[in-house]
């Protein structure tokens, strides 16, 4: 289960590797990729077939990127998590968010086993303060309300 303690942290770093944008742009992690910096995040996005995504250099893996990340927001279907979080452990990156639809039980279980702080089953645009836009905020004050967010 996820802790307050362990979103904290994960946002706590500004400089964060993303998975799962699409060229196309019309992907959940495009928008990530667009609203996190608007905060004071960078994001490097790792991509493997292309090398720019919505004007944004990408990298072709974990080892590519040009400087260490202090963490990564995983946005692919669940059937991929596990192996983007066997890479990104075996890079050193220690810190993983699996955004609300990515999370599979065999990634959270490899995170556990492997000393990696692992966020799931949240979506990241709702926790930085201020939120990028109001349906996050809303959405973050009716988790609240109804109890839903992690403690």
């Known amino acids: ?15 964060l590797a993303i998975v799962g944008v699409s060229r196309s742009g019309k992907k959940f992690g495009n928008t990530i990729l667009k609203d996190l910096p608007k905060l004071g995040y960078r994001l490097l996005p790792v991509h493997p077939e292309t090398a720019e995504v919505d004007g944004v250099r990408a990298y072709p893996s974990f080892a590519a ?18 192996s983007v979080v066997k890479a990104a452990a075996a890079h050193g990156v220690r810190r993983v968010w699996l955004q609300q639809g990515a999370g599979s039980p065999e990634a959270i279980k490899f995170c556990q086993e492997n000393g ?3 966020v799931h089953g949240e979506c990241v645009l ?8 109001w349906i996050h905020g809303a959405h973050r004050w009716i988790w609240d309300l109804l109890g839903r967010t992690p403690k």
């Open 126 to 133: 709702m926790y930085p303060k201020p939120t990028t836009a």
């Open 65 to 82: 990127l040009p400087e260490p990340v202090g963490g990564v927001i995983v946005c692919v279907p669940p059937a991929q998590a596990e």
């Open 116 to 118: 990696m702080s692992v």
């Open 1 to 15: 289960m996820t802790t307050k303690r362990e979103i904290d942290e994960f946002l706590a770093q500004t400089t």
